[in-house]
C-alpha cells in the first residue's frame, strides 16, 4: 500500500521532472554562494583584517537569518505559491553576491551576507514544496533527497570553481561573474517555472491574516513528527555544514599542517561523499520506511566516533587516512539530514507543508549557527586548539539524541493513525 498511488497524488513524469530542475537550479546556484566563503575564509582574514571570531560572524549572520526566515518562507510558500518567492529568493541572493564583491569593508560585506542568506532562506522549502506538487507522495523520499544532491553540487561548484576564480582572477572579479548566475536562474524561473501541474490546483484558502498564520505555525508544531523531524536536522547537518561553509579549510591547512590544495581536495571529497550518500539514503527511505531512524542515528554516532578519533589523535597531526576517512564520514551527514523532512512530510497536511518544513529546516541551521559562533570564540580564547574549539560539536549531538529519543515514540504512534486515516479515505474513494 505504501507503493500506490493516491488519487490526489500529482502524476509525476517527464513535465515534472523538468519544471522541478528549473526550481532545483535557482537552489543550487543558491548553495553556490551560501558556500562561497568556505573557500575564500582566509582570503577575508586578509581583505578585512578579522580575527576568527569576526571570520565567523560571517557565516553566523547569514544562518541567523536564514534560519530565522524558515517558518515565514513556509507561511509565504504556502499562501504565494512557488515561482513568486524563487524568484525574489533569486533577486535578494544574486544582490548579496554582488554587494559581497565589491564590499570595501567589513560593515559592508556583513550586510551583503545577511542579503544573501535572506535569499537562500527562500529556495530550499520552495524547492520542497515544488516537488509535493509535481511528484507522487511515494517519490518524497528519493526527490528530497535529489534536490539535496543539487545543493552539494552547488558546494562542489564552490570548491572546485570559486576556489580557482578567487585565486586566479581575484576577489571582485570571481564573486561578481559568480552572480551571472543568479540572473541566469532568475529569467528561467519567471519563464519556465508552474507551481503545479494543471487540475491539481491547491484549494483556496479562505483564511488569512495574524490569526490563520499564528494557527498554521502551532498546529504543525503540535505535529510530534514536525518536532521528530527538525531535531534530526538539527542532529545531523551540521558537523558537515561547519566544516564546509567556514572552518574546515583552516582547520586542515593551520592545524593539520595540509597544504591549500590538498584541503580543497578534502573539502570535495566530503561533497563526492554527500552525493553518492544522498542517493543510497534516498532509495533506503522510500523503499524501507522503518530505516529512517536508524540512518540517522547511525550517521550521528559514526560522525562522532570519527571526529573523536581526529580530534584526539596523539601526534600533533593526524594521518591524512584518518582526515579522508572524516570528510568521506561528513559526507553523510546532509543526506541524513533529509531524512528530517521524511518525518515531517506525512504528519502535516498539503497545506501545511510548506510550514512543517520550514520548521523541520530551522534545526540544522540554528545548530550550525551555535557551532560556527562556539568555534570562533574558543579558537580566539585558546589561541587557536582546534581539538577543544571543534568539541562544541559533541555537545550539540548529545542534545539532539536526547530530544530525538524523547519524540520517537509520540511520533511514530501519530504517524501510524494518521496512515490507518487515510488508507481508510481512500477506500471510500468512488472508482
Not at 575564509?41 to 544562518?63: C, E, K, M, N
Not at 517558518?71 to 559581497?100: C, E, H, M, N
Not at 576564480?165 to 564573486?175: K, R
Not at 581526529?310 to 564520514?329: I, N, Q, S
Request: proline letters at 5%.
Amino acid at each position: 500500500m505504501s507503493g500506490a498511488t493516491l488519487p490526489s497524488d500529482p502524476p509525476g513524469g517527464r513535465r515534472a521532472v523538468a519544471v522541478w530542475s528549473i526550481g532545483v537550479s535557482v537552489y543550487f546556484v543558491a548553495v553556490i554562494f551560501r558556500t562561497s566563503l568556505g573557500v575564500a575564509g582566509l582570503d577575508a582574514v586578509a581583505r578585512f583584517h578579522v580575527g576568527a571570531s569576526a571570520l565567523s560572524t560571517f557565516s553566523i549572520l547569514q544562518l541567523l537569518v536564514y534560519a530565522g526566515m524558515q517558518i515565514p518562507v513556509g507561511l509565504l510558500v504556502d499562501r504565494f505559491g512557488t515561482k513568486k518567492v524563487l524568484s525574489l529568493g533569486a533577486v535578494l541572493f544574486t544582490l548579496g553576491q554582488l554587494g559581497f564583491a565589491f564590499s570595501p569593508s567589513y560593515g559592508t560585506a556583513l550586510a551583503s551576507r545577511a542579503l544573501l542568506g535572506c535569499g537562500d532562506a527562500l529556495t530550499f522549502i520552495s524547492v520542497l514544496r515544488l516537488g509535493t506538487r509535481w511528484f507522487p507522495a511515494r517519490r518524497g523520499p528519493l526527490v528530497a533527497q535529489l534536490a539535496g544532491l543539487a545543493g552539494m553540487a552547488g558546494n562542489l561548484v564552490s570548491t572546485l570553481v570559486i576556489a580557482r576564480l578567487l585565486h586566479g582572477i581575484g576577489w571582485t572579479a570571481a564573486f561578481a561573474g559568480s552572480a551571472l548566475a543568479g540572473a541566469v536562474v532568475l529569467v528561467l524561473t519567471q519563464l519556465f517555472l508552474k507551481d503545479h501541474p494543471e487540475g491539481h490546483e491547491p484549494a483556496p484558502s479562505p483564511h488569512r491574516g495574524a490569526v490563520h498564520v499564528r494557527r498554521q505555525i502551532a498546529a504543525a508544531w503540535r505535529e510530534p513528527g514536525t518536532r521528530m523531524g527538525m531535531w534530526v536536522h538539527f542532529t545531523t547537518q551540521f558537523p558537515a555544514m561547519v566544516f564546509l561553509l567556514l572552518w574546515g579549510l583552516p582547520f586542515l591547512v593551520q592545524a593539520q599542517g595540509l597544504s591549500r590544495a590538498t584541503a580543497g581536495e578534502l573539502l570535495t571529497l566530503v561533497v563526492l561523499s554527500n552525493m553518492v550518500i544522498g542517493l543510497v539514503y534516498g532509495q533506503v527511505v522510500a523503499r524501507h520506511h522503518a530505516a529512517r531512524l536508524p540512518l540517522a542515528l547511525g550517521t550521528v554516532g559514526v560522525t562522532a566516533l570519527v571526529w573523536a578519533v581526529t580530534l584526539g589523535w596523539p601526534a600533533e597531526h593526524a594521518p591524512l587516512w584518518l582526515l579522508t576517512v572524516l570528510c568521506a564520514v561528513l559526507g553523510a551527514c546532509g543526506p541524513a539530514s533529509m531524512i528530517g523532512f521524511d518525518f515531517a512530510r506525512p504528519a502535516n497536511p498539503p497545506e501545511r507543508q510548506g510550514t512543517a518544513s520550514g520548521i523541520t529546516n530551522m534545526g540544522g541551521f540554528i545548530a550550525s549557527m551555535t557551532t560556527l559562533l562556539a568555534v570562533g570564540v574558543l579558537l580566539d580564547v585558546t589561541g587557536d586548539d582546534y581539538a577543544v574549539a571543534f568539541s562544541a560539536v559533541f555537545v550539540l549531538q548529545a542534545l539532539g539524541v536526547g530530544q530525538i529519543l524523547r519524540l520517537r515514540g509520540r511520533a511514530a504512534r501519530r504517524e501510524r493513525e494518521r496512515l490507518v486515516s487515510s488508507r481508510v479515505e481512500t477506500l471510500h474513494v468512488p472508482a
